[in-house]
């Protein structure tokens, strides 16, 4: 099992739609999360923390479910400047080797 | 200033040569990064300073070097690279020394092609 999954999609979804990216995380030791936006030949940029009360920010909503080892984000009345690959980030929480693993990506293309 | 900033943008390089890649952060961060991301694939972690000294190396090959000559200030030299090596070369910078809690926030990276 990979240490952070994503589903690669793409998710092709319609202006104005709500769509969901789930991320799952092998590692129960694992202490803090984020969801980063890549535009494609661009640098990640850090859309948002994910923290375990859950947070929101305008249209987007990210969530930890410790138990079931997940975050997700919710991305609501997706506009066509969505579009980009969203990363999940995990952090062990540690100086050691693998302490930050990026997910694959998943992919999201916002159509008119 | 609340950017990282990388250069060169582009760079391209033969199998000889030796070159050097630039970061720079003003924000007061005091861990800084260095990640290799080919097409379509996810960043992976290369090498990761704390307080300017070298606290992870993901097993990276001596062909690539790094430097962290201030808190400022990273460097990677590459000296004789193989074209498996091209790919965008991105570095970032978290508040903390260590590596858990901390946002990373990426430079604009530098796109290597070896030749």
């Known amino acids: 099992r990979k240490e952070v999954e994503q589903d690669p999609g793409p998710f092709n979804v319609p202006e104005g739609a709500t769509v969901a990216f789930n991320c799952t995380y092998s590692n129960s030791a694992s202490q803090s999360f984020f969801w980063y936006r890549q535009d494609c030949r661009k640098e990640p940029k850090l859309l948002m923390s994910?923290?375990?009360s859950g947070n929101e920010d305008g249209r987007f909503t990210a969530q930890l479910n410790r138990a079931s080892q997940y975050i997700s984000l919710l991305i609501r009345d997706s506009k066509l400047s969505d579009s980009a690959t969203y990363l999940c980030v995990v952090n062990l929480g540690s100086t050691g080797r693998r302490a930050l693993t990026f997910g694959s990506g998943t992919r999201l293309q916002v159509q008119p | 200033d609340t950017e990282v900033t990388q250069t060169p943008k582009h760079l391209v390089m033969g199998m000889t040569n030796k070159k050097s890649l630039k970061c720079e952060q003003h924000m007061g961060h005091r861990a800084m990064y260095w990640y290799k991301q080919k097409a379509k694939k996810p960043p992976e972690l290369m090498f990761v300073?704390?307080?300017?000294?070298?606290?992870i190396n993901e097993s990276v090959p001596s062909r690539f070097s790094p430097e962290c000559p201030n808190s400022s200030l990273l460097n990677l030299h590459l000296h004789a690279l193989q074209p498996e090596d091209s790919a965008l070369y991105l570095c970032a910078s978290s508040q903390g020394a260590t590596v858990s809690y901390n946002e990373q926030f990426f430079g604009p990276g530098t796109r290597l092609t070896v030749l």
């Open positions: 300073y704390s307080y300017e000294k070298l606290s």
């Open positions: 994910v923290y375990s």
